[in-house]
């Protein structure tokens, strides 16, 4: 049974930095993509980042230059590095994963292409 625990959530000012964790459980860790998600209030939910079982990433427009997703196969803890933080930043993220092993063709931004989730963490910054 695969389990995730997000942690590291918390309240900044814009431009502030917070770094997300993601501890993974019940499955062989490293064979899988991980992503981020975050879901604002009223809003559907956005693919932050991803990284394939090789550390290749792709990331949401929105985010590219400032999120790093990165991941300690050793630790199984996938990590999404936040700085510059907007406003606009603020939502509750989720990690997830899915048994894919690489990028490709597939949707990786989608939540239905993830078979497994984490009960989120708060991220708020004020401006």
């Known amino acids: 049974q695969v389990q995730l625990v997000e942690s590291g959530g918390g309240s900044v000012q814009a431009g502030g930095s917070l770094r997300l964790s993601c501890a993974a459980s019940?499955?062989?860790?490293?064979?899988?993509?991980m992503g981020w998600f975050r879901q604002a209030p009223g809003k559907e939910s956005e693919g932050v980042a991803v990284i394939d079982s090789d550390g290749r990433t792709s990331y949401a427009d929105s985010v590219k230059g400032r999120f790093t997703i990165s991941k300690d196969n050793a630790k199984n803890t996938l990590y999404l590095q936040m700085i510059s933080l907007k406003p606009e930043d603020t939502a509750l993220y989720y990690c997830a994963a899915t048994p894919r092993r690489s990028l490709g063709s597939w949707s990786w931004s989608r939540p239905w292409s993830y078979n497994a989730w984490g009960q989120g963490t708060q991220v708020t910054v004020s401006s």
């Open positions: 019940g499955y062989t860790y490293s064979s899988y993509c």
